[in-house]
């Protein structure tokens, strides 16, 4: 099991810049991607970005230039840099870790409420 618990939620105007975190615990060796979810209102959750073991990153292409996904291996940790947001970034962002060894099996964080004023 792996556990993910997620910081940096806020209300920013647009323009402006937000950081959110993920801390990953558990069992943490099962782990071969982690990424990042958001879900608006009346709207499908959808991918934001994720990161691989190995480094490859994969961008949504509405924040592709804007948000700047990263991963610190030794504090267990993946954050989502995000610049230049926009009202439709508005959404609850959901972290997520990926077992694929057997299966895919998907961790999920509880959320974190993103606001972009206009």
């Known amino acids: 099991q792996v556990q993910l618990v997620e910081s940096g939620r806020g209300l920013v105007q647009a323009g402006g810049s937000l950081r959110l975190s993920c801390v990953a615990s558990?069992?943490?060796?099962?782990?071969?991607?982690m990424g990042w979810y958001r879900q608006a209102p009346g709207k499908q959750r959808e991918l934001v970005a994720d990161i691989f073991n190995g480094g490859y990153t994969n961008y949504a292409d509405s924040v592709k230039g804007r948000f700047t996904i990263s991963r610190d291996n030794a504090k267990n940790t993946v954050s989502l840099q995000m610049n230049s947001l926009k009202p439709e970034d508005t959404a609850v962002y959901y972290c997520?870790?990926?077992?694929?060894?057997?299966?895919?099996?998907?961790?999920w964080g509880q959320g974190t409420q993103v606001t972009v004023s206009s």
């Open positions: 558990g069992s943490i060796f099962s782990i071969n991607a």
């Open positions: 997520i870790a990926l077992d694929v060894r057997v299966g895919v099996t998907a961790y």
